[in-house]
């Protein structure tokens, strides 16, 4: 395969260099045709698409090009998932070779399957080396929940409110159900699996005397549920380190540590989702690395393929025996070009010094964001580490009311100054390309302050 190692970090620069660049009215022409003779057939969209339906044919590093010529700062990679860039050329060109040469060899061990276990296997800390390939991020949960029965032949879950695991039963069983109106991922909860809230700096249901946040009332909690809500049979806790869906919410310093000490007590695995907040984007390889805590069992997706669909369910080496009992075959699980893909991006973080860039540039982020919350009247809290960021729009800074039209507005004026992302109602979410530079990054903050901006004038706070 040919050599990638010496590409220059900036290899998307040179085509960043003028973006945004609209030319046309957003969605333009041809996205408006091409997305309704989509739609015609393809139901259950997202809402940001239905709110902003435009046709993208091209990414580049931190450029997306719709069908229009229109040219966009990417503020979301993809969903999480191209985090490298768009088209890393040092991972296409992986794919690329095992696209050409062996594209599926069922669970038999290829050469690419050989290096990834071994890299895997020394960057992941505390003996988390026990390893399953999957194709995509909810199967892998599946399997983390199969995993977790098997070490402990236990058979309940407890998970938390506002997480978000996939859409598969025991993935949605680890999640909110309701998802009001007519959407639902119901009708009912799978048996065995129970939610509790975790806590939400911003929104938080129990605190201490001078008003912060009371972590030990949420674990006192949890140890009392263990015996009065559940028949006394929990596997695991079902966590996300940080929540991505739920708008970027970081638990308090002393949550995990707090939480594993509960789980150790009790004789119960903590399971850790990292498919949106790991391999890097955070700043760590596992966003619970900044708490020093070593899960049981870690998933990853998302960033682990840069855009190949790939996922992985790690257990610790002492419990790898058990996942014999829970067979790591699928049809597609492993294959050489979903080796090739993980395995050069975990080795582009490495060379390129990602981790550095995203603790570096992320700082930069937060300190634009506080100053943001500062002047406006609507962004009411901000939070994140790395580049898994969020702002929560409220009617009022001291009701907290959310404000969902104020998020749809400031929603589709950025995308119409040319910034791809990902907000969902009164949250904007941002989860730019780890490889993002202070000067992009701030191009994109811009765009967001302007929207605020026209929208607080619009909707009379200003
Ligand atoms: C934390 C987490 N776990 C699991 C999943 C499911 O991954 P997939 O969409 O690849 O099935 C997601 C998807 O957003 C996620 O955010």
């Known amino acids: 395969m040919k050599n990638m190692n010496k590409l220059s970090k900036d290899?998307?620069?040179?085509?960043?260099?003028?973006?945004?660049?609209?030319?046309?009215?957003?969605p333009g022409p041809k996205s408006k045709v091409m997305h309704a003779n989509t739609a015609r057939y393809m139901k259950g969209l997202s809402t940001q698409v239905k709110l902003f339906p435009v046709c993208f044919e091209e990414g580049f590093g931190i450029t997306l090009t719709d069908v229009d010529g229109n040219r966009y700062l990417d503020f979301s990679s993809g969903i999480y998932v191209t985090s490298l860039g768009h088209c890393?050329?040092?991972?296409?060109?992986?794919?690329?070779f095992w696209a050409k040469k062996l594209m599926n060899a069922h669970d038999f061990t290829t050469p690419v399957k050989e290096k990834l276990m071994e890299k895997m296997a020394s960057v992941l800390p505390g003996r988390l080396n026990a390893i399953q390939l999957y194709s995509d991020g909810a199967t892998a949960v599946e399997a983390a929940i199969r995993a977790a029965r098997a070490i402990t032949n236990k058979h309940e879950f407890i998970s938390a409110y506002r997480d978000f695991h996939g859409k598969t039963l025991a993935a949605v069983s680890s999640a909110r159900m309701n998802r009001g109106g007519t959407l639902s991922y119901g009708p009912t909860r799978a048996p065995g699996f129970y939610m509790v809230p975790r806590p939400d700096p911003y929104r938080p249901l129990w605190t201490k005397a001078d008003?912060?946040?009371?972590?030990?009332?949420?674990?006192?909690?949890?140890?009392?549920?263990?015996?009065?809500?559940?028949?006394?049979?929990?596997?695991?806790?079902?966590?996300?380190?940080?929540?991505?869906?739920?708008?970027?919410?970081?638990?308090?310093?002393?949550?995990?540590?707090?939480l594993k000490a509960l789980c150790e007590k009790h004789d119960i695995?903590?399971?850790?989702?990292?498919?949106?907040?790991?391999?890097?984007?955070?700043?760590?390889?596992?966003?619970?690395?900044?708490?020093?805590?070593?899960?049981?069992?870690?998933t990853f997706g998302k960033s682990f393929g840069n855009g190949f669909p790939v996922t992985a369910m790690v257990v610790r080496e002492e419990n790898g025996e058990a996942l014999e009992k829970i067979s790591a075959s699928s049809s597609y699980g492993g294959n050489p070009m979903a080796c090739a893909a993980a395995l050069a991006s975990i080795e582009v973080i490495e060379e390129e010094g990602i981790l550095q860039n995203v603790r570096e540039v992320g700082n930069s982020f937060i300190k634009r964001m506080n100053k943001m919350k500062e002047q406006h009247p609507i962004i009411g809290d901000v939070k994140g580490k790395g580049f898994l960021l969020g702002m929560e729009l409220v009617k009022d800074k001291k009701t907290k009311e959310p404000f969902d039209e104020a998020g749809?507005?400031?929603?589709?004026?950025?995308?119409?100054?040319?910034?791809?992302?990902?907000?969902?109602?009164?949250?904007?979410?941002?989860?730019?390309?780890l490889i993002m530079d202070e000067k992009y990054a701030m191009v994109g903050m811009d765009i967001i302050e302007d929207a605020i901006t026209e929208v607080e004038k619009e909707l009379g706070y200003k």
Do not use: C
């Open 11 to 26: 290899w998307w620069k040179e085509r960043a260099m003028t973006i945004p660049d609209i030319k046309t009215e957003l």
């Open 88 to 96: 890393h050329p040092k991972v296409s060109e992986a794919i690329a």
């Open 211 to 258: 008003g912060t946040i009371d972590t030990d009332a949420y674990i006192r909690f949890y140890e009392q549920f263990l015996t009065e809500g559940t028949v006394g049979n929990i596997a695991a806790f079902v966590l996300e380190p940080a929540q991505g869906w739920a708008g970027s919410i970081f638990p308090p310093d002393d949550f995990f540590p707090k």
């Open 269 to 298: 695995l903590l399971y850790d989702d990292e498919i949106l907040a790991g391999m890097g984007r955070t700043g760590e390889w596992l966003t619970l690395d900044h708490w020093n805590v070593i899960p049981d069992i870690v």
């Open 408 to 433: 749809k507005l400031v929603y589709q004026k950025a995308f119409r100054r040319g910034l791809a992302w990902i907000p969902a109602g009164h949250i904007l979410r941002m989860s730019p390309p």
